[in-house]
Every structure is written in C-alpha cells, then in structure tokens.
T-cell receptor, first 108, second 115 residues
C-alpha cells in the first residue's frame, strides 16, 4: 500500500514563490507525478520525477529525494490562474496513487 | 480519439438502481485507471487495467462495483444497487504503459448523483 501526505491548503501572493511538499511511503517506487486540478476540471500533468534531484520546467520545478520519501513542487512568479489544487501522485509496480491534494489560493 | 472521453458527463440515478459509466481511452494506451473523487479530496484509486485484464482491483470498495475492458480499449465501470454514498465524480485516465515517464491523461469525468 501507499501513504501520501501533503498540506491541505496554502495561500500566496501574486508574483511570489511557493513550495508545496509531499511525503510518501510506498512498497515499490516507480516515479512521482505532480498534477494540477482546477475546480470542476480534470487533473492535468505538470511534472515527473524518478531520480533524485530537481526537474525544472518553466515556472514550475519539482524535486525528489527517494531516501527521504519526499518531493516538493516549486511555483515561481505566481499568477492568479495558478489558484488550483495540486496533487502529488506516486506510481508503484501496479498503479498510480494520489494524495488528497493541496489547495493553493493566489491573492492579488 | 484526441483525448480520454467519458460518458455520460452527468448521471442522476435513484438509490438502488444500476449504472454504467463508460471510458474511451486515448488510442494505443494500454494502461487504464478508474478513480473516484469527492469534493475537496484527491482522486481515490478504484481499479487499473493493463490491456484487457484488471491488474489491480484493490480499490473497488465492495462487490457492488465492477469494471470490464473486454477488448483492451473501452472500459465500463458498473455499479449495482447504487447508494447515496456512491455520489462522486468518476474519473478515467489512460497512459501508454504503466512504467516510466508515462503520464496518465484524464477524462473530464462523470458526475454521478444518487438521490
């Protein structure tokens, strides 16, 4: 089984930087994904990590430490449209399990 | 198709009735997942198919829930004797394979309301 933990809510200001943490416990690790989900919409893919280190993609970066069972998603130059739920998901040998999501509210 | 298609987009049914939810994955995607999502929660895993077979059905809550994928493409999630607690958005996702950097693409979901 898997256990994925992330904060329920975060708030930040437009233009700022925010880091959303995710810790996980899994019986077999085969990659970690971050998804963004706006209210009433389907989740959309943001990033993937399978090796330790930082993956950068534009304003978004994701970090992984497999020994610590830890990842974070870093969002820079926040925009109002970044207000959404951010889902951490871990793939093991058979499936893809999601955390409960972190609701990010960006204010002007 | 261009993306994962789920039908119907909305379904209202009476308690005790039987419902079928359909998922048409991206062409060529062998892996297919069903999730259930309640308001304010993350997607809850239900079942995973690799090709025609259910590789992991450990997330199905009870024997009222069943899913099939007879030809390795379209999948149907079937719920018998629906209960009010089954009300949720049912999401389907597909990916090329189950390993590696193969992101899962989600459909828009079916919002099921049991009254």
């Amino acid at each position: 089984g898997q256990n994925i933990d992330q904060p329920t809510e975060m708030t930040a200001t437009e233009g700022a930087i925010v880091q959303i943490n995710c810790t996980y416990q899994t019986s077999g690790f085969n990659g970690l994904f971050w998804y963004q989900q706006h209210a009433g919409e389907a989740p959309t893919f943001l990033s993937y990590n399978v090796l330790d280190g930082l993956e950068e993609k534009g304003r978004f970066s994701s970090f992984l430490s497999r020994s610590k069972g830890y990842s974070y998603l870093l969002l820079k130059e926040l925009q109002m449209k970044d207000s959404a739920s951010y889902l951490c998901a871990v793939r093991d040998m058979s499936t893809l399990t999601f955390g409960k999501g972190t609701m990010l509210l960006v204010s002007p | 198709g261009a993306g994962v298609s789920q039908t119907p987009s909305n379904k209202v049914t009476e308690k005790g009735k039987y419902v079928e939810l359909r998922c048409d994955p991206i062409s060529g995607h062998t892996a297919l997942y069903w999730y259930r999502q309640s308001l304010g929660q993350g997607p809850e895993f239900l079942i995973y198919f690799q090709g025609t077979g259910a590789a992991d059905d450990s997330g199905l809550p009870n024997d009222r829930f069943f899913a099939v994928r007879p030809e390795g493409s379209v999948s149907t999630l079937k719920i018998q004797r629906t209960e009010r607690g089954d009300s949720a958005v049912y999401l389907c996702a597909s990916s090329i394979e189950r390993t590696g950097n193969t992101e899962a693409f989600f459909g828009q979901g079916t919002r099921l309301t049991v009254v």
